[in-house]
């Protein structure tokens, strides 16, 4: 067939392209990721100063930790701001670890927390059947 024929087949017909199925279909694709993602971020108590580190490395995985804040006076308290003693976070440790055995200890300690306030927290945690703890630090570029 040649080339005018062709022309003379679509004559007075518009080629139209209706885009509304692939824009549901976007918004639909859009709305799956949101819903199947999950958002996890855990809250950073800005009265904890935590120490500064060269070595520190950025943590990729976030999700399986109980972070637990100790402050410079040895007060602790949880992710959601409850103050907290060393039976409590024994008792904390011992649930988290019943629901995901592989649960981290996620301590941000103070700068100007003496040593025993962490090392209590740490203990308390080992008691409760986690010894895998993590500290937080600042990354500098040193």
């Known amino acids: 067939m040649s080339a005018v024929s062709r022309k003379s087949l679509f004559r007075g017909r518009s080629l139209q392209v209706d ?27 800005p009265n904890v100063k935590i120490p500064v580190a060269s070595a520190g490395k950025v943590p990729g995985l976030i999700q399986g930790r109980v972070v637990l804040n100790v402050y410079e006076d040895g007060t602790i308290k949880d992710e959601a ?5 060393t039976v409590g976070v024994e008792t904390l440790m011992r649930g988290a670890k019943q629901a995901d055995p592989a ?20 203990e308390a945690s080992a008691k409760g059947g986690v010894a895998n703890v993590i500290f937080s630090t600042h990354v500098t570029d040193k």
Request: hydrophobic letters at 60%; charged letters at 20%; proline letters at 2%.
């Open 81 to 85: 701001g409850m103050v907290i003693d």
């Open 19 to 45: 885009l509304s199925p692939m824009i549901d279909l976007v918004f639909l694709l859009l709305i799956f990721f949101m819903v199947s993602s999950t958002m996890i971020t855990y809250r950073q108590d």
């Open 103 to 122: 649960v981290r200890l996620h301590v941000r300690a103070d700068r100007m927390a003496a040593h025993r306030f962490v090392k209590g927290v740490v």
